[in-house]
């Protein structure tokens, strides 16, 4: 079996195909911290995208609430319980991923869910780790916690749907990495569904064939983001692009928080899947947990996001999430201003990094009214 380098895990892996990387890679990047769990994405997604017949368990975008939620329930679980804990020196995986099998021949270790598993989207919304007692007052810690984690398809680098199908019916676009269900080829055999460790593909009951985010790849041709980036009223989420063909440039958002900065890390790292959804962990939960999710880069994930106030240009570059719905491609810091441009050059973000703040006169002379406080 070919080896791949994994940079996730920091090492080479074992994976059933070698290709070159695409041209570049569509990536996301969540702030886990802003998250409110409103659904607006979910919805924006599902009206979209998944409204048809055989779809109505179908979220190619959900929102769940950790640590008691999931969707499927147990997706991450059941996994976690049929491979071993993952062991890690420093940023390399000692661990073996879900393709590092004891036979060479094996499909990506998984599972597949069952039907009612797909019944409960928002099982365990909005519980924390245990019961607050009478009278309990915030003193500057969370001794109960629960946060909100999105998640979409991760358009992997080494795809596990990709490896397990027997068709051939998936495939990642060379142009933009983003992977795609091919539903000609496709014979329903769920393979895809068993081998994703983040449960991401879907089976249609009614189609008969199975079913997964396009990366809203329509809107991604005309460099625009996806729909659930640019409905997100949080403004917890930017969609761009990694380099693949050369070095993480200081001037690309996605490539200055994730590969230069490694604020945002990606879930579940020790699959091997190399996942392109990167989280800003939750300040407020325990890193033994978030390094489970998240891998070991946690507790410097989270120092950044604490000091990012003294650091304008990764300041600059999170004020930009949810400032366009272009894609940007080229940012920088000017004069405490995040300016974000296109592919084609056209500036299409600013924003300051203070608010300006307008008084106006509680008597208009102008229009010779009076103005008032009606909130």
Request: include cysteine.
């Amino acid at each position: 079996m070919p080896e791949r380098f994994n940079w996730q895990i920091g090492r080479k892996m074992r994976y059933p195909f070698d290709a070159p990387p695409p041209q570049r890679q569509v990536a996301y990047i969540f702030d886990t911290n802003k998250c409110i769990e409103c659904q607006t994405c979910t919805v924006a997604c599902k009206t979209c995208w998944t409204a048809g017949k055989g779809q109505e368990t179908v979220f190619w975008n959900n929102v769940e609430t950790k640590p008691y939620g999931g969707y499927p329930v147990g997706w991450d679980l059941r996994l976690l319980e049929k491979t071993d804990a993952a062991r890690w020196r420093g940023e390399r995986l000692l661990s073996p991923t879900i393709f590092e099998t004891e036979e060479e021949k094996d499909p990506p270790n998984g599972h597949r869910p069952a039907v009612e598993d797909y019944s409960a989207p928002n099982l365990g919304e909005d519980d924390i780790t245990g019961m607050v007692e009478e009278g309990a007052a915030f003193g500057g810690v969370h001794p109960m916690w629960m946060f909100y984690l999105a998640r979409i398809c991760n358009h992997c680098d080494h795809p596990a749907c990709l490896a397990a199908c027997p068709r051939r019916a998936i495939y990642k676009r060379e142009e933009d990495g983003i992977v795609l269900v091919d539903q000609e080829r496709c014979r329903g055999y769920q393979e895809c569904v068993r081998a994703c460790p983040y449960k991401k593909v879907f089976y249609n009951l009614i189609g008969r064939v199975s079913e997964k985010c396009i990366g809203c790849f329509p809107r991604v041709e005309n460099g625009n983001v996806a729909l659930c980036v640019e409905s997100c009223i949080g403004k917890i989420r930017m969609h761009g692009f990694l380099s693949t063909q050369e070095d993480p440039r200081e001037d690309n958002p996605l490539d200055y928080i994730v590969k230069i900065r490694k604020l945002a890390l990606p879930l579940y790292p020790q699959a091997g899947t190399s996942p392109n959804v990167f989280y800003i962990p939750p300040i407020h939960v325990p890193n033994g947990f978030l390094e489970q999710l998240f891998g070991p880069g946690v507790e410097r994930s989270k120092r950044l996001y604490r000091e990012v106030r003294n650091d304008p240009k990764l300041l600059g570059a999170l004020l930009l999430f949810g400032s366009t719905n272009r894609i940007i491609t080229r940012f920088a810091v000017r004069d405490e201003e995040a300016i974000g441009w296109a592919e084609n050059g056209e500036e299409v973000a600013r924003v300051p990094f203070t608010e300006p703040v307008y008084i106006r006169d509680h008597y208009d002379e102008r229009f010779g009214v009076y103005r008032h406080n009606t909130t």
